[in-house]
């Protein structure tokens, strides 16, 4: 019997800590085949490729793109990010040139209830530590540039207003990469006329700023600083758009993210190169790494492996109907992640009892993996359902679901990745080879660009959450209105939900159908190119949870991080 998950004693920090790591310079010269020179290291494990090399790569072929998604996530965990650190080291492992592209953990999650995002187990991203904590600066960068711009805002209103910005129309929040419920809301510039005019503003989470957006659309320097000039803010008092550039902040603002939109560079466990850059939230923006990263790397290997955050109702919906559509990129395949422990809590049971077998429980939580791949085939692929082992898995319920799977026409392949690294999801790999060799999938947009607004949110609502329409506010649905009337009808929409369930309610899990999807607000991201649609109860500054994971982290006498997970 194979190794597998909640057998090994050691931490996923500690599995990190304890596994020799090669210099970073080695590694991009060795299976990149980019020097020293084209490198800016911080310190011996990580380092970011320089914009020029990346230019310089830009007429090379791209090598195939593979998309890894999930079913809808549960406290018991489907180890997304930790399959697409296992298949990207299987596919070297099988013989194949390969390369994976990760978001940057938010602080957020680390420090509040999720944890960080560099994998796990013997599938991780290295130095794990670091890579959750701080990185490269990418996103104080982010948060910095974020705001700058709210600070210029607010002291154009201070210093006589030229612009005539109505401050009761000001929509530009403040950011922070933290998890803190307490900014959600807030009331500034008060203490007298000193310290400007007393206005109504919040603070959402560095990851749903429209920046960080801008930031993983970017297709190069020039393009960021046009992107953030297009930033809407506000309005005058007679509705007139005002945008970042006219307060003449977006020069100042690409400054602060010049070095930052450089990949940042790091490993695998195994050696196996990656980057990891960007990082916006699937339930609150769009879900995807950099483009910049992403192109850059199909330019250096055959096989480029990436994800899409939280399910794929989220993140590959969004993955496709805007990162795809923007920039052109389009994945050879896809991989859907799947854990038989997820699939019973779907099915009802309770989470203290998912190490006993539950075939009627699995039954019914089999309706939710139905759902993903019937999506996904909408958009025109069959996935390779990975099937992420763990110990109390048994034989009858793995079988049960590579049944289902079958009988909806797509491969279901166990992976032992978190236990085995490469070695252990070597079927996986072979199975994504031989999926895209074997048939052309082409991607399939879900909607026009011509659509109405309101019309994209319903389409979304109804082909992927399988709701029976969508509830607008009435300012929600004027605002959609004027939008559509001032020329932004084109633009593709991002919803905003929860990410437990196809609903709007993070109870409901399995499969439901019939539900309304209740769209409280709206907001335009002109710059990123795309209208938000926020549903339920959703917030984009979330909150920690009772025990923080903060409270078990800690720096022990030799200066080791312990308690990251």
């Given at each position: 019997?194979?190794?597998?998950?909640?057998?090994?004693?050691?931490?996923?920090?500690?599995?990190?800590?304890?596994?020799?790591?090669?210099?970073?310079?080695?590694?991009?010269?060795?299976?990149?085949?980019?020097?020293a020179?084209?490198?800016?290291?911080?310190?011996?494990?990580?380092?970011?490729?320089?914009?020029?090399?990346?230019?310089?790569?830009?007429?090379?072929?791209?090598?195939?793109?593979?998309?890894?998604?999930?079913?809808?996530?549960?406290?018991?965990?489907?180890?997304?990010?930790?399959?697409?650190?296992?298949?990207t080291?299987?596919?070297?492992?099988?013989?194949?040139?390969?390369?994976?592209?990760?978001r940057?953990?938010?602080l957020?999650?680390?420090?509040?209830q999720?944890?960080g995002?560099?994998?796990?187990?013997?599938?991780?991203?290295?130095?794990?530590?670091?890579?959750?904590?701080?990185?490269?600066?990418?996103?104080?960068?982010?948060?910095?540039?974020?705001?700058?711009?709210?600070?210029?805002?607010?002291?154009?209103?201070?210093?006589g207003?030229?612009?005539?910005?109505?401050?009761?129309?000001?929509?530009?929040?403040?950011?922070?990469?933290?998890?803190?419920?307490?900014?959600?809301?807030?009331?500034?510039?008060?203490?007298?006329?000193?310290?400007?005019?007393?206005?109504?503003?919040?603070?959402?989470?560095?990851?749903?700023?429209?920046?960080?957006?801008?930031?993983?659309?970017?297709?190069?320097?020039?393009?960021?600083?046009?992107?953030?000039?297009?930033?809407?803010?506000?309005?005058?008092?007679?509705?007139?758009?005002?945008?970042?550039?006219?307060?003449?902040?977006?020069?100042?603002?690409?400054?602060?993210?010049?070095?930052?939109?450089?990949?940042?560079?790091?490993?695998?466990?195994?050696?196996?190169?990656?980057?990891?850059?960007?990082?916006?939230?699937?339930?609150?923006?769009?879900?995807?790494?950099?483009?910049?990263?992403?192109?850059?790397?199909?330019?250096?290997?055959?096989?480029?492996?990436?994800?899409?955050?939280?399910?794929?109702?989220?993140?590959?919906?969004?993955?496709?109907?805007?990162?795809?559509?923007?920039?052109?990129?389009?994945?050879?395949?896809?991989?859907?992640?799947?854990?038989?422990?997820?699939?019973?809590?779907?099915?009802?049971?309770?989470?203290?009892?998912?190490?006993?077998?539950?075939?009627?429980?699995?039954?019914?939580?089999?309706?939710?993996?139905?759902?993903?791949?019937?999506?996904?085939?909408?958009?025109?692929?069959?996935?390779?359902?990975?099937?992420?082992?763990f110990?109390?898995?048994?034989?009858?319920?793995?079988?049960?679901?590579?049944?289902a799977?079958?009988?909806?026409?797509v491969?279901?392949?166990?992976?032992?990745?978190?236990?085995?690294?490469?070695a252990?999801?070597?079927?996986?790999?072979?199975?994504?080879?031989?999926?895209?060799?074997?048939?052309?999938?082409?991607?399939?947009?879900?909607y026009?660009?011509?659509?109405?607004?309101?019309?994209?949110?319903?389409?979304?609502?109804?082909?992927?959450?399988?709701?029976?329409?969508?509830?607008?506010?009435?300012?929600?649905?004027?605002?959609?209105?004027?939008?559509?009337?001032?020329?932004?009808?084109?633009?593709?929409?991002?919803?905003?939900?929860?990410?437990?369930?196809?609903?709007?309610?993070?109870?409901?899990?399995?499969?439901?159908?019939?539900?309304?999807?209740?769209?409280?607000?709206?907001?335009?991201?002109?710059?990123?190119?795309?209208?938000?649609?926020?549903?339920?109860?959703?917030?984009?500054?979330?909150?920690?949870?009772?025990?923080?994971?903060?409270?078990?982290?800690?720096?022990?006498?030799?200066?080791?991080?312990?308690?990251?997970?």
């Amino acid at each position: 019997m194979p190794a597998s998950q909640h057998v090994t004693p050691k931490s996923d920090i500690a599995i990190s800590q304890d596994t020799p790591k090669r210099p970073i310079l080695d590694v991009a010269r060795d299976t990149l085949g980019i020097g020293a020179d084209d490198l800016e290291p911080y310190g011996r494990y990580k380092a970011k490729i320089s914009l020029d090399r990346v230019e310089a790569l830009k007429d090379r072929p791209s090598g195939k793109l593979i998309l890894v998604t999930a079913i809808t996530p549960t406290p018991a965990g489907e180890g997304k990010t930790t399959t697409t650190v296992g298949l990207t080291d299987a596919l070297r492992h099988i013989g194949e040139k390969a390369m994976l592209c990760l978001r940057e953990p938010s602080l957020g999650p680390s420090f509040g209830q999720k944890g960080g995002a560099a994998g796990g187990g013997f599938a991780q991203v290295v130095p794990m530590e670091d890579i959750n904590l701080h990185f490269t600066g990418d996103f104080h960068a982010i948060g910095a540039a974020h705001n700058l711009l709210a600070a210029m805002i607010d002291n154009h209103l201070y210093w006589g207003n030229d612009l005539g910005i109505d401050s009761r129309r000001v929509t530009w929040r403040r950011a922070m990469d933290m998890n803190d419920r307490a900014l959600r809301d807030i009331v500034c510039s008060l203490g007298g006329v000193a310290n400007g005019f007393p206005r109504e503003a919040g603070f959402d989470i560095t990851v749903a700023s429209e920046v960080m957006a801008i930031f993983c659309l970017a297709k190069n320097l020039a393009d960021l600083k046009a992107r953030l000039g297009e930033i809407v803010i506000g309005a005058t008092r007679d509705k007139a758009p005002v945008r970042a550039r006219d307060l003449s902040a977006h020069g100042a603002m690409t400054a602060l993210l010049k070095d930052a939109l450089a990949p940042n560079l790091v490993q695998t466990l195994e050696g196996t190169p990656a980057f990891v850059h960007g990082g916006p939230f699937a339930n609150i923006a769009h879900g995807c790494n950099s483009v910049l990263a992403t192109t850059t790397a199909l330019k250096l290997a055959d096989w480029v492996v990436t994800e899409a955050g939280f399910g794929a109702d989220l993140g590959a919906e969004k993955f496709f109907d805007i990162k795809c559509r923007k920039t052109g990129l389009e994945p050879a395949g896809v991989v859907l992640v799947a854990t038989v422990r997820a699939l019973k809590m779907h099915g009802g049971v309770r989470r203290e009892d998912l190490r006993s077998e539950n075939l009627p429980a699995l039954e019914e939580g089999l309706s939710n993996l139905r759902r993903h791949v019937e999506n996904l085939q909408k958009f025109g692929f069959s996935p390779v359902v990975a099937i992420n082992r763990f110990s109390a898995d048994t034989p009858a319920e793995i079988a049960l679901v590579q049944k289902a799977c079958t009988a909806l026409g797509v491969e279901a392949v166990l992976a032992d990745h978190w236990a085995e690294g490469g070695a252990g999801a070597a079927d996986l790999a072979r199975a994504v080879v031989r999926t895209v060799n074997g048939s052309a999938q082409k991607l399939k947009l879900l909607y026009p660009d011509e659509m109405p607004l309101v019309e994209k949110i319903r389409t979304v609502a109804r082909e992927i959450y399988r709701a029976s329409d969508i509830a607008l506010d009435a300012p929600v649905a004027e605002q959609l209105a004027a939008w559509q009337a001032a020329g932004h009808g084109r633009l593709p929409v991002c919803i905003a939900k929860t990410q437990y369930s196809f609903s709007t309610n993070h109870e409901i899990k399995g499969a439901p159908t019939g539900h309304i999807v209740h769209v409280r607000e709206v907001r335009l991201a002109a710059g990123a190119g795309f209208v938000v649609a926020i549903c339920g109860d959703m917030m984009t500054m979330p909150g920690l949870p009772k025990v923080p994971a903060a409270t078990a982290i800690d720096v022990l006498p030799d200066g080791r991080i312990v308690g990251l997970f």
